[in-house]
């Protein structure tokens, strides 16, 4: 079974900066794409940025120049670097990837539980 953690949420002044991480578990042939999106009570979840498997990454108009996402494929770990935090940024972020897992040999797409980050004074 694979599995995604995700650990740094929390409350966040306006201005100030989080660092999301997202681990992934299990046995894992290889990572495709990975992601984090966000989501609001009563909404639809939104893609905030996605990083290919060699690197290349893309993000929402939204925090573009605020937010950096990263990985370490060693580690199948992806990060989600939030500086300059404003209050519409307040959500519950997942992480997603395409996983091709092992024993037996499939293609997964996984989504992490899910971390709150509130930006509030």
């Known amino acids: 079974q694979v599995q995604l953690v995700e650990s740094g949420g929390g409350l966040v002044q306006p201005g100030g900066s989080l660092r999301l991480s997202c681990a992934a578990s299990?046995?894992?042939?290889?990572?495709?794409?990975m992601g984090w999106y966000r989501q609001d009570p009563g909404k639809e979840r939104d893609v905030v940025a996605v990083?290919?498997?060699?690197?290349?990454?893309n993000y929402a108009d939204s925090v573009k120049g605020r937010f950096t996402i990263s990985r370490d494929n060693a580690k199948n770990t992806v990060y989600l670097q939030m500086n300059n935090l404003k209050p519409e940024d307040t959500a519950v972020y997942y992480c997603?990837?395409?996983?091709?897992?092992?024993?037996?040999?499939?293609?997964?797409?996984?989504w992490g539980q899910g971390t709150l980050v509130t930006v509030s004074s």
């Open positions: 997603n990837a395409g996983v091709v897992a092992a024993v037996p040999i499939r293609y997964l797409e996984v």
């Open positions: 299990g046995i894992i042939f290889s990572i495709g794409a």
């Open positions: 990083i290919t498997s060699g690197g290349t990454t």
